[in-house]
């Protein structure tokens, strides 16, 4: 069993920031609408296989209200989803959702952050079984293309964190609808999968919003492909401060 | 007639706790969207039949904004919804509802907690009288099924509380949509009841909206019941801090 | 013309009062979600016709965003919305709307507050030219019926304010949703009318998003009359505290 | 290639104000609910020529939070859209829609401000490629006359610029929908951009909502021109403080 207090002193500094930087990130979930009450979470990986032989993961305790996060109260997991042992007064069990987590870091290497929310937009199309059509430049910049539909996850297996990595591994959108249930959402590191989630809301609602129209909705074009190809290309490369 | 100054000390001590819960409780209301001015109520039982022969309420006073609650305006009635005299220079009303809120806690002794909103989607399907269908495993998860309707309550009787402990009494749902009305939720304790209330209006929300979308919502279909039962099961067994 | 710093005394400290209480009530406009920007206007009346032979008007200033009032940036105006000369070094013009307001209280002896805004579902309504069914019970509560339709009003005369005193003298509703353009509520005091204007944008909403269900809302039924007209009863006479 | 530090003192105090002008108007986006994230931005001109031949445009940065903003981080740029040398410690790149905004300032010496949003309600009807009717006198007020929509923009020219442009040259309409993409809208200043961004995205959700009525909208009629050409003078030329 793994001890926090006795992995290498870099390694516990490598989890000591990205507990605080997930600790904040929950924020951002209920400032942009994406959950209520304790309903969502966010978790990153820290990168430690060289020094000792497996990354960990930090995540969301179960149950716990956004108000009442802190670093100290993040909870450290290995990629099987099991808990660190850290030392720490309070004994928090992590998210429910943390096998999910887990499962998706140990068969994508190449994400840094996952989140979990039930954002209303989102979940209304995931409880319809139905991709998000690619109708704006802004999810052609975000998603290269459609958001898409997973499976429906059977209860005490490893069904939801399988669904995610199906559909996710080799495509470009960073988010996944799992039928039923919720958005998840990947990146390289926390925050772009924190931002994805926010922008996967906001074009669930926003092509929702535009197919009630008066003709319901029949006027709403996919945009060509060879558009959506240019967009995505641009924002992945010349967006933001290099 | 009971007088709060003359019960037993620890009596009156259960009643101070109770009172700073049920203030601070309120603000969870408009945090979440559930009511606009004064229309919105939370209650908590006070377990002290053993000592004095009787439980006791705690509940909102009547028309006064959610901005000039405190501990000590908070309203002490019997669980026939009558006021006691508490000493406090302030002779404050009980919310109009006290006479529901006191009828559940008189005929569901598992109820320690009892809220009440207009929220707005909880409130359009009980003006539809339409249950809420089980489509989201958040749902499974904290409603164990669907969210029932109750009867259109008469004016000058106890119909409205006799009507949610008909539809609630042996029912896994802690919420019910009272006809024409809107929801009332039930809790072992408050905090329960108010995340019940808000739960109730985030899927009341989101099965509207994906009902919304281009076919008229005939693909949003009902879960399996045993993926509901599994669901709800394992969130009120394993979920959150033990 | 009436200049401020002339009157008695007495009236002076009215309308002191009357601009403090005007000017924190704009607050609760964006804390409901009722307005953006500039775009909705509070009023109150100053009962000092014994004194001085006519009452006054308290209102906002034209285009003065909701942060920057205060008191004494209140304009006072006479029964026909002229501006009172007040000795205050600004010389700020009364919202667009003081026309209609004056010609409400000049015209309705019982109203001592008004309220206009454009909040969005009342203003959808208004835009159908449809009155709002009383199909909840809080509608019967606070409207005593349905909310009616008032006309659609020419520009440079007073065809605002009468059409809003036609419609709502005589009648229990304190709201009226004037063609296209959007709500005026009127209360005793300001403080009602604000609250009206409030809990018509929640019923305009709430009513709305019932009537999207599945079947069109063909089973939204409206309340059978006498228990709208006990509801009304009961919450005029005995809601709050007294 | 044009430094800041070079330029006249006059010249680099007008773009300190514009800096603290345009830093702060930002704020009022996510105020009023038009952005998620970091998509949406407001520009302004600096009235330059006269002394260097030029205007300029302070513009935000790319991909920075609206928390991160401050004066100095807001970013210089000609009228071709390259940015000006300024000698701070940071060298931020300009918006990737800078190119939009500095066609705009180029080609229509009225415009002193642009913002761009991909507010939900009116990039919905762009999704369209519809236009919004005038229905509310609100939008008489602000638009005289209906929303228009302009062409899809390609990538790699300077398209949108042109596209806008095309529209809003000799238009009422402070706003214009760009197909599939979101609004855009201009004033004499940034406030007056924005206040018509905001105005936009309240008139979108509006009629929106009037048109999902029972009857699917049929009742919603535009108004009378005569009426819009009345609302709108009166609403340029008197509306306000002077």
Excluded at 11 to 29: F, K, Y
Aim: proline share 5%; charged share 20%.
């Amino acid at each position: 069993m793994l001890v926090l207090d006795e992995l290498p002193v870099e390694v516990q500094e490598q989890v000591a920031v990205c507990r605080a930087e997930v600790s904040a990130l929950h924020a951002e979930l209920p400032r942009w609408g994406l959950v209520v009450w304790t309903a969502g979470n966010v978790s990153a990986r820290v990168r430690c296989a060289e020094q000792i032989g497996t990354d960990l993961i930090v995540i969301k305790p179960s149950g716990v209200s956004y108000d009442d996060l802190s670093p100290e109260r993040m909870v450290v997991c290995d990629l099987q989803g099991r808990k660190i042992v850290d030392g720490t007064p309070e004994r928090l069990t992590p998210s429910s959702d943390t096998a999910a987590h887990a499962y998706v870091y140990a068969h994508m290497d190449r994400v840094g952050g996952v989140v979990h929310t039930h954002s209303t937009y989102a979940t209304a199309w995931a409880a319809r079984r139905e991709p998000i059509p690619c109708v704006l430049t802004m999810m052609a910049d975000e998603f290269g293309g459609e958001i898409p539909v997973g499976p429906v996850a059977v209860i005490g297996d490893d069904s939801i964190g399988r669904g995610i990595v199906e559909v996710l591994d080799g495509h470009r959108s960073p988010a996944v609808l799992m039928a039923n249930h919720g958005p998840f959402t990947i990146g390289a590191d926390a925050r772009q999968a924190v931002k994805a989630a926010v922008m996967c809301e906001e074009v669930a609602r926003t092509v929702q919003i535009a197919r009630e129209g008066q003709d319901g909705g029949k006027n709403v074009q996919a945009l060509d492909p060879s558009l959506v190809d240019g967009l995505y290309d641009r924002y992945q490369n010349v967006y933001g401060q290099h």
